[in-house]
C-alpha cells in the first residue's frame, strides 16, 4: 500500500482535492494499524477473532490506498473497504474469547445487534437526514448516496453487534467493551470521511482522516489491553440486559419516527426501506426467540424428566425445608418409604420424622447449618413398616437460589453401614469369649472419661490364682465355661456406670466411679462372689481370687493407673493370694528395683562385676581352716554392692541362675587348683539350686571342670539346701547320685530347718550335714538343745558335720559339747576374698611347721612329731 500511494504521489496532484499525501498516510497509519493488531492477538486465546480484525483494517487501508489512485471515485471505494472491514470486524467481535459459542447463540447475539443497529440508524436518519436524498436525474449522486447509506449501515451494524457482544459476554467483558469502543470509533470516522469527501469539504476531510489513523491505532491499543488485561474469566450477567437490549433502541426509533410525524413532512422511499428493514429484524428476532423458547421449553422437559427419574430411583429421599425447619417439599424413594407421604409431611416440622431421642441433636444441627456451617444428621427414621430405620442425612443451604430458598435435606438409609459399625466396634472394643470390654475400650473410657476430668474413681486389677490348673485338669472348655460366669458375676455385683473388662486369659479389671471407702467394700463383695464354687457340667470348680486396688489419685494419666493396680494386684500374689491389696509405693520401689537388677544381671559376668568369696570351714577344736564355702557377690558401678539376697532372687526370675552357677564353678576349679599348686589342703563347697541339679549334663559340666584345672573330684562339695529335697524326691535322689559317682562330695545345707524326715535323710546320697543356724542360736536363748541330736545323727550315719552361724563363744562352747568336729561363722571368719584367704592358709602353714619344730626339739614322742611335720608339709 505504501509503494501504491507513492506512485500516486507522483503522477496525481490534484490541489483542489483531499491531498493525496493526507490520503496516503492514512492508509500507511490504517495499514500498520493492522499490522500491530494481528501481531498483538497472535499469541493468546481467540487469536483468530484478532487476526479477523487485523485483516479487516488491511481491507480498509486497501480501499483508502485504491481511492489515492482512483481520485474521482474515492467516496464508493472508501465505502467498499468500510462495507468489507465492517464485516471482518462484526465476525471478529462474534468469536472474541468469552463470548457466545455455536451457531444459534451467535445467530442470536447478531440479529440482537443488528435490531440495535437498525433502531440506531433509524432514529439518526430520521432526526438528521430524512430530508436528504439524491436528485434523481443526476445517476452520479445517487450512487455515491448509497455507498455513503451503506458505509453509515456498516458502521452501525459494528456498533450494534459490538455493543451486544460485549454486554452479553460471559468472560473477559473487558477486552469486549475496548474493542467495541475503538471499532466503533473506527467505523463511524469512515462514514464520516466519507460524506466530507462527497460534500468537497477538506477541512472536515483532513479532521477526519487525523481522527481515522487515530482511531485505526486506538483499535491496536485496544486489542493489546484486550490480550495483556482482557478482564475476569468468568463474568456475572447483567440483570435485565435483554429487556435493555430490545426495549431501549426499539423505543428510541420509535420515538424518533413520532418526533417527524409531528413535522407533519412526508416519508420518503429510503425512511420506508428503513423502518421495514428495522421491522424484519425484530421479526426476525421475534422468530429466532420464539424457535429459542421452544428448544428451552423442550430441554426443560427432557431435564425434568430426567431429574424425576433419577430423583425417583433415588435411595435417598430429599427434603427442602423452610427457615423454621418445616417441610414446604419432599421427594419420593423407591428403595424405601417413610411412614409419612410426602403429603403428610409437608407443613410437619423435620424434628417430627426422626425418635423423639434424636430431635433435640437434629435440631441443633439444623441450627447449625442455618449458620453456615456443613453439618451431618444422624437420626432414625420410621419406615412403613413401622422399623425405626438409622438414617444419615447432608444438609445444602440453598436460601440463596430463588427457585428453593431453604435447606435442603438428603436422607439415606444407612441401616446395614450402621450395623455393620456396631459389630466392628464390638469386634474391636469386647471381649468375644465374655462380652465384657476389652483392654482397648477401657484405654478409651479412661482416655475419655477419667483423664483430667477430677472425678474420683478407682482401678479393681482381678486375677484368678491357679486358673492354669483349670485348663490342665479339666480342659479348656470348662475353663471357658468359668470365665463366662466370672464376666456374669462381675456384671451382677457391679453398678450400671462401673465398667468391667477381660484383659486376656484369667486377667480382669474394673473400673469404678467411687472413692476408696466405696471401692473397697465393692472389692471384698467381688472377692465373695468370684471365690464361690464354679458348676460347670458335672465339674465343680474352686479358685481364689487375688484384687488390686489402686485409686486415681496415685496416678498422673492412664497409663500409671493402669500399672498401679497391676502392682497392687502382684503385691496381692506374693503375699499370698486370694486377698485385696491397695497399691503400695513402696512395694512399686521394691519392684522397679527388682526388675533393674534383672536387667543389670543379664551383662555382669561380662562386665567383670561378679566375684567369689570364701569363708572358711576349720575344725574344732583347733579352729584350723579345712574348706571353705564360695558364696557369690555382685559389685555394680552404679547401685553398689548388692547382696546375694537381691540378686540371687532377680536371677532366679531373670532366668540365668544356670549361668551364674557355671560361672562360679569355673571360678571355683581354678582356685582350687592354685591353692592345690601352693600345697594348701582345702576344699570348698558351692550352692547349686535343684534346678541345676535337674540338668542332664550338669555332672559332666562338674566333671569336666574339674579335669581341665586337674583338681581332685573330693576338694568339690555339692551344697543342695532341705528345703529343696522336699520337691521331687525321687529325682533328685537320681540326680545327686549321678553327681556323687563323679567323686564330687553331696552337702545338705539348713539341716533342721527345712521339712526333710529320716526316711529321705536315709536315702539322700549326701557326704555332710551343715547344721541350721537357728539351731545354734537357739541355745543362748534357752531353747533345748538339738546340735547334739543332729551330731549324733550324723555320727549314727557316718555323715561329716558342720555347725553353720557361729557367732559367739558362748555358742562355740555348745557346738563343742555336743562333739561337732567342724564349725563356720563369723567368730571363726567372716567372707575372705580368695587373696585374704590365701595369706590365712599361708599363715596356718608356718604356725604348723613352728609347732612342728618345738615339738622335734623339746624331744616330745615321735608320732606326736610325726603328725605335726605331715600337718604342715604341701599336699602330696
Known amino acids: 500500500m505504501t509503494l501504491l500511494s507513492a506512485v ?76 468489507g472491514g465492517a464485516v471482518l470486524f462484526v465476525s471478529g467481535l462474534l468469536r472474541l474469547p468469552g463470548g457466545v459459542t455455536g451457531m444459534a447463540p451467535r445467530l442470536g447475539l447478531a440479529l440482537d ?39 453509515a449501515l456498516s458502521a452501525a451494524i459494528v456498533v450494534g453487534i459490538g455493543f451486544v457482544a460485549a454486554v452479553r459476554a460471559t468472560g473477559h467483558r473487558r477486552a469486549h467493551g475496548l474493542l467495541m469502543l475503538g471499532l466503533s470509533a473506527f467505523v463511524v470516522t469512515g462514514t464520516a470521511m466519507s460524506v466530507a469527501v462527497q460534500l468537497d469539504n477538506w477541512g472536515m476531510c483532513r479532521t477526519y482522516a487525523l481522527t481515522w489513523g487515530f482511531s485505526s491505532l486506538l483499535v491496536t491499543v485496544s486489542v493489546w489491553l484486550a490480550v495483556r488485561n482482557p478482564g475476569k474469566p468468568k463474568a456475572q450477567p ?5 429487556l435493555v437490549v430490545t426495549l431501549l433502541p426499539t423505543a428510541m426509533a420509535g420515538g424518533a419516527a413520532i418526533y417527524h410525524a409531528s413535522d407533519m413532512s412526508p416519508l420518503k422511499l429510503d425512511t420506508v426501506i428503513a423502518a421495514v428493514f428495522v421491522v424484519a429484524a425484530l421479526t426476525c428476532r421475534q422468530v429466532l426467540t420464539r424457535f429459542d423458547v421452544r428448544r428451552a421449553a423442550e430441554q426443560l422437559a427432557d431435564r425434568e424428566a430426567y431429574f424425576r427419574s433419577i430423583v425417583a430411583g433415588s435411595s435417598e429421599v430429599i427434603t427442602v425445608l423452610d427457615s423454621d425447619f418445616v417441610v414446604r417439599w419432599q421427594s419420593p424413594s423407591s428403595n424405601w418409604q417413610l411412614d409419612w407421604s410426602g403429603n403428610q409431611v409437608i407443613g410437619r416440622p423435620f424434628e417430627d420424622l426422626v425418635h423423639a431421642d434424636d430431635a433435640a441433636p437434629v435440631r441443633k444441627q439444623l441450627t447449625r447449618a442455618f449458620n453456615g456451617e456443613r453439618v451431618l444428621l444422624d437420626g432414625r427414621i420410621k419406615d412403613r413398616e413401622g422399623e425405626w430405620r438409622d438414617t444419615e442425612s447432608t444438609v445444602a443451604d440453598h436460601r440463596d437460589v430463588p427457585q428453593v430458598r431453604g435447606l435442603v435435606v438428603h436422607t439415606r438409609d444407612v441401616g446395614d453401614r450402621k450395623q455393620l459399625e456396631r459389630e466392628l466396634a464390638r469386634m ?11 483392654r482397648r475400650q477401657l484405654l478409651r473410657k479412661l482416655d475419655s472419661d477419667v483423664a483430667g476430668s477430677g472425678i474420683p474413681c478407682t482401678m479393681l486389677a482381678i486375677d484368678l490364682d491357679e486358673f492354669k490348673n483349670v485348663n490342665d485338669l479339666h480342659g479348656h472348655d470348662v475353663g471357658d465355661e468359668v470365665l463366662v460366669e466370672v464376666a456374669e458375676r462381675l456384671r451382677a455385683n457391679l453398678r450400671p456406670t462401673d465398667l468391667g473388662a477381660r484383659l486376656g486369659g484369667d486377667e480382669f479389671a474394673v473400673l469404678l466411679w467411687c472413692n476408696a471407702k466405696d471401692a473397697g467394700d465393692i472389692a471384698e463383695r467381688l472377692l465373695a462372689a468370684l471365690s464361690e464354687p464354679y458348676e460347670c457340667g458335672r465339674s465343680r470348680v474352686f479358685l481364689s481370687i487375688s484384687i488390686g486396688v489402686a485409686g486415681c489419685g496415685t496416678a498422673d ?51 567383670d562385676e561378679l566375684h567369689l568369696v570364701y569363708q572358711p570351714v576349720v575344725s574344732l577344736p583347733e579352729r584350723e581352716i579345712v574348706g571353705a564355702e564360695a558364696l557369690l557377690r555382685w559389685t555394680h558401678p552404679v547401685l553398689g554392692v548388692v547382696p546375694p539376697t537381691e540378686f540371687i532372687p532377680a536371677a532366679e526370675t531373670a532366668g540365668i541362675v544356670d549361668e551364674l552357677t557355671a560361672w562360679s564353678l569355673r571360678q571355683t576349679a581354678g582356685r582350687l587348683s592354685d591353692w592345690r599348686t601352693a600345697g594348701h589342703r582345702l576344699w570348698v563347697s558351692l550352692n547349686v539350686s535343684v534346678r541345676q541339679l535337674h540338668s542332664p549334663n550338669f555332672a559332666v559340666e562338674v566333671a569336666q571342670a574339674l579335669v581341665e584345672r586337674g583338681v581332685p573330684p573330693r576338694q568339690l562339695v555339692v551344697e543342695i539346701t532341705e528345703h529343696d529335697v522336699a520337691y521331687d524326691i525321687n529325682r533328685l535322689v537320681a540326680q545327686l547320685t549321678g553327681l556323687r559317682a563323679t ?49 549324733k545323727l550324723g555320727q549314727r550315719l557316718g555323715l561329716d558335720v558342720i555347725a553353720e552361724g557361729v557367732e ?51 624331744g616330745e614322742d615321735a608320732p606326736a612329731a610325726e603328725a605335726a611335720a605331715v600337718e604342715a608339709a604341701p599336699e602330696g
Open 8 to 83: 500516486a504521489l507522483a503522477f496525481f496532484d490534484d490541489t483542489d482535492r483531499m491531498p493525496s499525501l493526507g490520503a496516503a498516510s492514512v492508509a500507511v497509519v490504517v495499514a500498520v494499524a493492522g499490522v500491530l493488531t494481528g501481531m498483538a492477538g497472535a499469541d493468546t486465546a481467540g487469536r483468530a477473532a484478532y487476526r479477523r480484525i487485523a485483516i479487516g483494517l488491511e481491507v480498509v487501508a486497501f480501499s483508502v490506498g485504491l481511492a489515492v489512485l482512483a481520485q474521482g471515485h474515492g467516496t464508493w471505494l472508501i465505502a467498499l473497504g468500510s462495507v
Open 557 to 607: 494419666d492412664v497409663e500409671t493407673l493402669l500399672r498401679n493396680a497391676d502392682l497392687a494386684l502382684r503385691f496381692a500374689k506374693e503375699k499370698g493370694k486370694n486377698r485385696i491389696e491397695r497399691y503400695d509405693a513402696d512395694f512399686e520401689q521394691m519392684v522397679r528395683r527388682r526388675t533393674l537388677l534383672e536387667q543389670e544381671l543379664r551383662g555382669a559376668m561380662q562386665r
Open 808 to 858: 559367739t563363744e558362748s555358742q562355740l562352747a555348745f557346738v563343742e559339747e555336743a562333739g561337732c568336729p567342724l564349725g563356720q561363722g563369723y567368730l571363726f571368719d567372716r567372707p575372705l576374698l580368695a587373696e585374704d584367704l590365701e595369706s590365712r592358709l599361708a599363715g596356718q602353714a608356718a604356725a604348723a611347721k613352728a609347732r612342728a619344730a618345738r615339738i622335734a626339739a623339746s
Open 113 to 151: 445487534g443488528l435490531i440495535v443497529a437498525a433502531c440506531l440508524a433509524f432514529t439518526v436518519w430520521m432526526l438528521y437526514f430524512a430530508d436528504y436524498g439524491p436528485d434523481p436525474l443526476n445517476p452520479r449522486p445517487t450512487w455515491e448516496y448509497a455507498a455513503i447509506l451503506a458505509s
Open 743 to 791: 567323686g564330687v562330695r553331696i552337702a545338705l545345707d539348713d539341716f533342721g530347718a527345712g521339712y526333710s524326715s529320716l526316711g529321705q535323710l536315709h536315702r539322700l546320697p549326701v557326704d555332710i550335714l551343715k547344721i541350721d543356724r537357728a539351731l545354734v542360736v537357739g541355745a543362748e536363748d534357752g531353747s533345748a538343745p538339738l546340735s547334739d541330736v543332729v551330731v
Open 428 to 438: 474391636a472394643y469386647a471381649d468375644p469369649l465374655t462380652g465384657l470390654a476389652n
Open 238 to 242: 447483567i440483570p435485565h440486559i435483554g
